[in-house]
């Protein structure tokens, strides 16, 4: 029994369990249906969590990050390269890596359903209007879950791409100048993301839970 991961009283759903599509979910959790089976191995969130796993696991940064700890490639920048050929990301498993930027749309979609589960937050459970210290957490998280997928590569790559003359494009080079700027920040965001998520899944737990109740600014 998956518990603790939604506040009725305040709208708030953890983002690790959104969206909420299994039969054990709360039906004020649940704004896209019950479909998946209710079993222990299961989690609510299903349909989504693989996707930002693969999205993650094959990012550049993590790629980087995992290549050099685990397969020494390279073990650092002024050591010789160990291996005696190098057939980079064209055999698998690694030939899954060029799936990326598909797993990228995937993240951009989870991420609108997380700002959705964010603007539902203002809303109380008797349906009043209401701002809490939750909202803020929810939009911090949001906020840096958008910052890390628009910093991707692959973003940057499908707003600058396929174009000969930046000059003939004023709009696309002015947002590729952005996504640039923060692409140069994507192992920081990475890193950060993994906090944002972690502590808002804590605190709607906790709050869920009842081991403190949530802030209230307006109720």
Request: charged share 15%.
């Amino acid at each position: 029994m998956q518990k603790d991961y939604f506040v009725g009283a305040h709208h708030y759903l953890t983002p690790f369990y959104s969206p909420c599509i299994s039969k054990g979910c709360v039906p004020e959790a649940s704004e896209f249906g019950r479909f998946l089976p209710d079993v222990w191995w299961l989690p609510y969130a299903a349909a989504t969590l693989p996707f930002l796993l693969l999205f993650r696991m094959t990012c550049y940064y993590y790629r980087k990050a995992y290549y050099r700890a685990f397969w020494l490639s390279p073990p650092a920048c002024a050591v010789a390269e160990p291996h005696t050929k190098y057939t980079g990301e064209t055999r698998f498993p690694l030939l899954g890596q060029n799936l990326h930027r598909y797993f990228f749309y995937a993240a951009a979609i989870i991420s609108v359903i997380n700002t959705w589960d964010a603007i539902k937050a203002f809303e109380n459970g008797d349906g009043g209007f209401g701002v809490g210290l939750g909202n803020v957490i929810l939009w911090i998280n949001v906020i840096m879950l958008w910052t890390y997928t628009v910093s991707c590569h692959s973003c940057r790559s499908l707003i600058g791409g396929r174009l000969n003359h930046f000059s003939k494009h004023p709009v696309r080079y002015k947002l590729w100048g952005w996504v640039s700027k923060l692409n140069t920040k994507h192992m920081q965001l990475a890193w950060v993301t993994l906090g944002t998520l972690a502590f808002t899944d804590f605190y709607v737990m906790a709050v869920s839970a009842g081991w403190f109740s949530d802030l209230r600014f307006i109720n």
